[in-house]
């Protein structure tokens, strides 16, 4: 049963434009929420979070929406740059902070 | 460097051997996590720990599998009578686990995993 669910396995965007990753959740006691970047070989590194008493946090290029009605967010990454290239997770917690990982998409970057 | 540090790296070992994995955590992190993640899979949660309590342990683990943080430090993960099935990269994590409503400072700091190859 996939609590986080990321739909699109992979994703590509033209350098300079904007990449949109999507991802829902059906725990509704989910109350913070994080996005993470993988490269090969390595373990996850932490982009941006928010909490569920927000609906929008930014971070230079990366904005992170939530959407706590439709149990969705979204990571935008302005403007897209080749290191973007990787592996996105969005993960989410709840009181117990046990945090729970989506699929994943991955993201290419085209020059 | 004082980010989160794995041994070893790799491990391959054949059908049926038992396995320990090591991890060390950021320093002052009470907070301690084990994943498994698989090809094309994202990481999938296996226990967790504040200071030396194991605060639950994944349905999905056997009992083939125990994690212990004795002192509220490192962290091993034994394998016992490991299954081809358990190939795949172990990842541990930690951090503050300073729990407040907007938990500003609930990140989770990863290490490089260890790959585990079950022959």
């Known amino acids: 049963d996939q609590q986080v669910k990321q739909n699109s396995p992979s994703l590509s965007v033209q350098e300079g434009r904007i990449s949109i990753l999507n991802c829902d959740y059906t725990n509704s006691m989910f109350d913070y929420f994080l996005w993470y970047k993988k490269y090969p070989a390595e373990g996850p590194t932490f982009l941006i979070s928010?909490?569920?008493?927000?609906d929008k946090n930014e971070d230079g290029r990366f904005t992170v929406f939530l959407n706590k009605s439709a149990k969705h967010l979204s990571l935008h990454i302005v403007p897209s740059q080749p290191g973007d290239s990787a592996v996105y997770f969005c993960?989410?917690?709840?009181?117990?902070?046990?945090?729970?990982f989506g699929k994943g998409t991955r993201l290419h970057i085209l020059p | 460097d004082t980010g989160v540090s794995q041994d070893p790296r790799h491990k391959i070992t054949k059908r049926g051997q038992n396995v320990t994995f090591r991890c060390d955590p950021i320093s002052e992190h009470n907070r301690l996590y084990w994943y498994r993640q698989t090809l094309g899979q994202g990481p999938e949660f296996l226990t967790y720990?504040?200071?030396?309590?194991?605060?639950?342990k994944s349905r999905l683990l056997s009992d083939r599998f125990s994690a212990e943080r004795p002192k509220g430090s490192f962290s091993t993960l034994e394998i016992q009578r490991t299954e081809q099935g358990d190939s795949a990269m172990y990842l541990c994590?930690?951090?503050?686990?300073?729990?407040?409503?907007?938990?500003?400072?609930?990140?989770?700091?990863f290490g490089s995993g260890t790959q585990l190859s079950v022959l």
């Open positions: 994590a930690s951090s503050l686990g300073i729990y407040d409503r907007a938990k500003t400072n609930e990140k989770l700091f």
């Open positions: 928010i909490s569920s008493i927000k």
């Open positions: 993960a989410a917690s709840g009181e117990d902070d046990k945090i729970i």
């Open positions: 720990f504040q200071n030396e309590a194991q605060l639950e």
